[in-house]
């Protein structure tokens, strides 16, 4: 980790979004779930609207993860998030999840964030970062948001589900929102996910 860079990603990045874009798809592709595809003109625009975070290890891509903003800014979502198969399994997607984290609550400071993802190991991530499971009711009804799940191969079943849920876990990360100590319920729910305390 000590060489790779995590840092705000801005114009001189966008030379990357070609690649991003073809490591979300190959990602999810492996995973055999759902993700709707990014266009390469998309996250050249997140990056240079200062709403990315990249990781680079000197000339190479590492990984990725960007924001959005739906509600009218009430909500912000983490995205995107990438990691190139090379810097796998070596806490990488902890520290770029945690930057476009900070990112999300420093530009947004009063919204609630949120993920919806498959990963288990995004899952206690966000768990670790605050961020509490809930129904996708909970999530914003910007129509726009849902729009954007069209690309992804389990729309079908989020759509016969009226947008209620979906394979996706949603996770919600309130500013207001004070987290009780560890419980039994907590935990049951964490063991539930499979994520260990």
Same mark, same amino acid.
């Given at each position: 980790m000590s060489k790779i860079v995590i840092c705000e990603a801005n114009e001189s990045h966008v030379k990357w979004a070609e690649k991003i874009c073809e490591l979300m798809y190959i990602s999810a592709q492996e995973r055999g779930t759902g993700i709707a595809k990014r266009d390469p003109e998309y996250i050249k625009k997140k990056m240079r609207d200062g709403k990315a975070v990249i990781a680079l290890d000197g000339g190479e891509l590492a990984g990725f993860?960007? +924001?959005?903003?739906w509600g009218h800014k009430q909500f912000v979502a983490n995205s995107g998030l990438i990691v190139a198969h090379a810097y796998r399994k070596i806490g990488l997607a902890r520290h770029i999840k945690r930057k476009v984290f900070e990112l999300s609550k420093k530009l947004y400071p009063k919204a609630k964030i949120f993920s919806i993802t498959t990963g288990t190991a995004?899952?206690? +991530?966000?768990y670790e970062l605050g961020?509490?499971?809930v129904p996708f009711a909970e999530l914003t009804e910007d129509p726009e948001f849902w729009e954007g799940c069209k690309g992804c191969r389990n729309y079908d079943i989020l759509e016969r589900n009226n947008h209620k849920m979906c394979l996706c876990t949603a996770l919600l990360y309130d500013p207001a929102y004070k987290r009780p100590a560890v419980n039994n319920q907590w935990s049951a729910v964490m063991k539930k996910l499979g994520i260990k305390n």
């Open positions: 993860s960007y +924001i959005e903003t995004v899952m206690k +991530i966000n961020f509490r499971p």
